[in-house]
């Protein structure tokens, strides 16, 4: 999950920079907020307090990018992916599968097996198996 988390922040955080120069004034903090999500997913140790919060921001955000997309389709054009037009809605679509995983790494955090397999467990990029 931490390649994975920090691939998808890493793309979100393009994402947010492709949208920087979109009329619209903030349609980049969507994906900037994605992109800070799934980066602290990167953190081994957060209080549990906190993972609350950040998992009900993932899913909102999620959900956010969902009702976004679905509200943009009715406005589509035959053949929106081959054009230019289209971009917002795949970005749209594309981030909020984007966060699932963001979203379930929250949600392991949550449980009590995943929290311990998670204190005991190396998660520095050179370590050696015990």
């Known amino acids: 999950m931490l390649y994975l ?8 955080f393009g994402m947010a ?3 920087m120069s979109h009329p619209m004034p903030l349609g980049w903090l969507p994906y900037l907020i994605g992109a800070v999500l799934s980066f602290i997913t990167l953190k081994n ?5 906190y993972v609350r919060m950040l998992a009900v921001a993932t899913a909102l955000i999620m959900f956010f990018f969902f009702a976004g997309f679905f509200a943009l389709v009715p406005s ?11 971009w917002a809605a795949v ?6 599968f984007f966060m699932i995983p963001v979203l ?6 949550l449980k009590a ?16 198996p015990e």
């Open 17 to 19: 920079l492709l949208h």
């Open 113 to 128: 097996d995943c929290r311990d397999t998670m204190t005991n467990q190396r998660r520095s990029f050179f370590s050696a």
């Open 45 to 49: 140790e957060i209080a549990l307090v």
């Open 76 to 86: 589509l054009a035959d053949g929106w992916y081959m054009h230019q037009e289209g």
């Open 104 to 109: 379930s790494d929250y949600s392991c955090r």
């Open 91 to 96: 970005t749209r679509i594309s981030a909020s």
């Open 5 to 12: 988390n920090s691939f998808i922040g890493l793309v979100f």
